[in-house]
């Protein structure tokens, strides 16, 4: 795994770590740095290793050795479109009606569950069965339990606990991309090792998931979904779309296993959505409508400058844009990618209009390296420093 952080100086290296980053409200710079215990290492993508449950290894789940069970699996949490709220989503072998259980200490509310089914033509032996509820009028600053059910079989409890109110918090996420099945041990364990030691509000998951979602007839989703829900039950797991989710244009595998905001839409391929977060703006966009159905194209850009322009004027609120999306637009690697040609289609087709709604940060992954640059529009580096860059960074 590695993962693209545009926060620095752009010297390239190799390495599987998480980006942390710190915004101010009362002044136009910001920091990064990698989190603690995080090492250079090169991407590996062949070791099977990775942590236990149970009596499977969710790192090397097959039908085999894991068979699938009727119980809920998959479970997983993503804030909602609304303040608020929280959607989780999960899968299960049984067609069975759904439901989701939660609330604090003392009470318990149910929701019925919106269920689909996903098979043809790129889940033929996955779990057939997607669920999804929402958990609504949520207070902050609380812990909430939550458990899911299909037919008589419950999961076990869950819990969760919502940001804060106002903006005098510590505000931290997890930012990664280009997470295998195979290969990806290290970083789960860094994964999980932090979100134990580290109050953290997100996961931000920036594109490629598996390698891939559709193999083995699904199956290799299933593993891949099984190994990260001992931590997207815990927090958001937020996602945006990359090449390994491409699935023959389809994108289907990707569409139907997360439930970002917008999700409810089905009204094509709208994998792009926005969500605020204490000062900050988060913007997810799909940087795979340039390589796929591009036919997209207008109707994402015509969506991320009514999304930037409502962003902007609420600046004086949530001062800052940050927005994330998996193939870079700038890169030094030698390797054919798009972010190495001067002439970039994402660059070319999304940097002009970030530029002019002033996006402060842009987080991006698909090089399998760590690279940081300093504020840049057009190949121009506005300045060696991070005090009110006039570039997004």
Same mark, same amino acid.
């Given at each position: 795994?590695?993962?693209?952080?545009?926060?620095?100086?752009?010297?390239?290296?190799?390495?599987?770590?998480?980006?942390?980053?710190?915004?101010?409200?009362?002044?136009?710079?910001?920091?990064?740095?990698?989190?603690?215990?995080?090492?250079?290492?090169?991407?590996?993508?062949?070791?099977?290793?990775?942590?236990?449950?149970?009596?499977?290894?969710?790192?090397?789940?097959?039908?085999?050795?894991?068979?699938?069970?009727?119980?809920?699996?998959?479970?997983?949490?993503?804030?909602?479109?609304?303040?608020?709220?929280?959607?989780?989503?999960?899968?299960?072998?049984?067609?069975?009606?759904?439901?989701?259980?939660?609330?604090?200490? /003392?009470?318990?509310?149910?929701?019925?569950?919106?269920?689909?089914?996903?098979?043809?033509?790129?889940?033929?032996?996955?779990?057939?069965?997607?669920?999804?509820?929402?958990?609504?009028?949520?207070?902050?600053?609380?812990?909430?339990?939550?458990?899911?059910?299909?037919?008589?079989?419950?999961?076990?409890?869950?819990?969760?606990?919502?940001?804060?109110?106002?903006?005098?918090?510590?505000?931290?996420?997890?930012?990664?991309?280009?997470?295998?099945?195979?290969? /990806? /041990?290290?970083?789960?364990?860094?994964?999980?090792?932090?979100?134990?030691?580290?109050?953290?509000?997100?996961?931000?998951?920036?594109? +490629?998931?598996?390698?891939?979602?559709?193999?083995?007839?699904?199956?290799?989703?299933?593993?891949?979904?099984?190994?990260?829900?001992?931590?997207?039950?815990?927090?958001?797991?937020?996602?945006?779309?990359?090449?390994?989710?491409?699935?023959? +244009?389809?994108?289907?595998?990707?569409?139907?296993?997360?439930?970002?905001?917008?999700?409810?839409?089905?009204?094509?391929?709208?994998?792009?959505?926005?969500?605020?977060?204490?000062?900050?703006?988060?913007?997810?966009?799909?940087?795979?409508?340039?390589?796929?159905?591009?036919?997209?194209?207008?109707?994402?850009?015509?969506?991320?400058?009514?999304?930037?322009?409502?962003?902007?004027?609420?600046?004086?609120?949530?001062?800052?844009?940050?927005?994330?999306?998996?193939?870079?637009?700038?890169?030094?690697?030698?390797?054919?990618?798009?972010?190495?040609?001067?002439?970039?289609?994402?660059?070319?087709?999304?940097?002009?209009?970030?530029?002019?709604?002033?996006?402060?940060?842009?987080?991006?992954?698909?090089?399998?390296?760590?690279?940081?640059?300093?504020?840049?529009?057009?190949?121009?580096?506005?300045?060696?420093?991070?005090?009110?860059?006039?570039?997004?960074?």
């Amino acid at each position: 795994m590695a993962v693209r952080v545009t926060t620095g100086p752009s010297t390239p290296a190799i390495a599987s770590t998480m980006l942390t980053a710190h915004f101010s409200r009362t002044a136009r710079t910001f920091s990064a740095h990698t989190a603690a215990g995080a090492r250079t290492q090169t991407a590996a993508r062949g070791s099977p290793s990775g942590p236990s449950q149970g009596t499977c290894k969710i790192w090397i789940w097959n039908s085999r050795n894991c068979p699938a069970s009727e119980a809920p699996q998959h479970v997983h949490l993503a804030f909602g479109e609304q303040p608020g709220s929280m959607v989780v989503t999960w899968a299960s072998l049984s067609a069975r009606p759904a439901a989701l259980y939660y609330g604090t200490a /003392g009470s318990n509310i149910s929701v019925p569950a919106v269920s689909t089914q996903f098979s043809f033509p790129l889940n033929l032996e996955g779990l057939h069965n997607i669920h999804r509820a929402a958990m609504t009028d949520l207070k902050p600053s609380t812990t909430y339990w939550y458990a899911v059910r299909v037919g008589d079989l419950v999961s076990a409890r869950f819990e969760t606990t919502t940001p804060p109110a106002g903006s005098d918090w510590p505000l931290r996420m997890l930012v990664f991309g280009d997470m295998g099945r195979f290969g /990806g /041990g290290d970083v789960l364990y860094m994964l999980t090792r932090e979100l134990a030691a580290v109050n953290y509000t997100a996961l931000v998951h920036v594109g +490629d998931f598996a390698y891939d979602l559709r193999d083995n007839g699904g199956l290799n989703g299933d593993a891949f979904m099984a190994r990260i829900q001992q931590l997207a039950t815990k927090i958001p797991y937020m996602t945006s779309v990359g090449n390994h989710e491409i699935d023959a +244009d389809l994108f289907q595998n990707y569409r139907n296993r997360f439930s970002m905001p917008r999700y409810n839409l089905r009204d094509g391929w709208d994998m792009w959505y926005s969500w605020d977060i204490q000062h900050v703006h988060m913007l997810a966009y799909s940087s795979e409508v340039f390589f796929a159905n591009t036919n997209d194209i207008p109707k994402q850009l015509a969506w991320l400058e009514a999304d930037l322009k409502a962003a902007n004027a609420n600046r004086a609120a949530v001062p800052w844009i940050v927005a994330y999306g998996h193939r870079p637009m700038y890169c030094s690697n030698v390797d054919g990618d798009d972010c190495t040609k001067n002439a970039s289609v994402v660059r070319l087709a999304l940097e002009a209009l970030f530029h002019k709604y002033g996006v402060d940060l842009v987080l991006e992954a698909h090089e399998h390296s760590y690279e940081r640059l300093w504020p840049v529009y057009n190949y121009s580096i506005s300045q060696f420093n991070y005090i009110d860059p006039q570039a997004m960074v």
